[in-house]
């Protein structure tokens, strides 16, 4: 099993920046992708951003240019950036973690991120 915790969710401005964070735990081992996925209300949850281990990354297009996706193998930690946020960003934001070997993902509890006008 692995254990995903996100921080660093909240309120802020449109325009403005937040940074989330997700810690790994657990059996970690051949992880190969984690990443971010948000569900807004009545939607369903969509990719964000997402980064292999090899740092190989991938970005909706509605957040190219203003999210950017790190990754620490060695602290087994993965970070969203955001940056120039708008209100359509407001959604409950998801740390993933994939292992391909045997196609298994698991999720963190989710981080609120809300965006004013």
């Known amino acids: 099993q692995v254990h995903l915790v996100e921080s660093g969710g909240g309120l802020v401005q449109a325009g403005g920046s937040l940074r989330l964070s997700c810690a790994a735990s657990?059996?970690?081992?051949?992880?190969?992708?984690m990443g971010w996925y948000r569900q807004a209300p009545g939607k369903q949850r969509e990719l964000v951003a997402s980064?292999?281990?090899?740092?190989?990354?991938t970005y909706a297009d509605s957040v190219k240019g203003r999210f950017t996706i790190s990754r620490d193998n060695a602290e087994n930690t993965v970070n969203l950036q955001m940056n120039s946020l708008k209100p359509e960003d407001t959604a409950v934001y998801y740390c993933n973690a994939h292992r391909r070997v045997t196609l298994s993902s698991y999720w963190g509890q989710g981080t609120q991120v809300t965006v004013s006008s």
């Open positions: 657990g059996n970690i081992f051949s992880i190969n992708d």
């Open positions: 980064i292999t281990f090899g740092g190989g990354t």
